[in-house]
């Protein structure tokens, strides 16, 4: 069983939106920085955003600010992407990533989850 799960992708129209989940298996979350990245077809794996351990300070990439936002229920062991006003530019696999601290590189991260799709399309 891989440790990060991701869910919630899916296709949707320009203008949607969509809330991915990321679970843990095996450790708690909140003590960890939680990362989202996203890879798009031909495309280098690119970080969209980051929660912070204990501070939950957040962090965004310039192309998604003000339509995505991060958050964490520790009750459930989760952490989201709520992602609104969707855009064709967001299609890709979508993946969480666990780290000791916030980064928007990948080489920061060393726990992966498997990748959830998104698909924004007419």
């Known amino acids: 069983q891989l440790p990060l799960v991701e869910s919630g992708g899916g296709l949707v129209q320009p203008g949607g939106s969509l809330r991915l989940s990321c679970a843990a298996s095996?450790?708690?979350?909140?003590?960890?920085?939680i990362g989202w990245f996203r890879q798009a077809p031909g495309k280098e794996r690119e970080g969209v955003s980051c929660i912070s351990p204990y501070t939950d300070n957040k962090f965004y990439v310039d192309s998604i600010r003000g339509r995505f936002t991060i958050s964490r229920d520790n009750a459930k062991n989760t952490v989201s992407l709520q992602m609104n006003s969707l855009k064709p530019e967001d299609t890709a696999v979508y993946y969480c990533?666990?780290?000791?601290?916030?980064?928007?590189?990948?080489?920061?991260?060393?726990?992966w989850g498997q990748g959830t799709q998104v698909t924004v399309s007419s």
């Open positions: 095996g450790f708690t979350l909140e003590y960890f920085a």
């Open positions: 990533a666990a780290a000791d601290g916030c980064s928007l590189t990948r080489d920061s991260f060393g726990t």
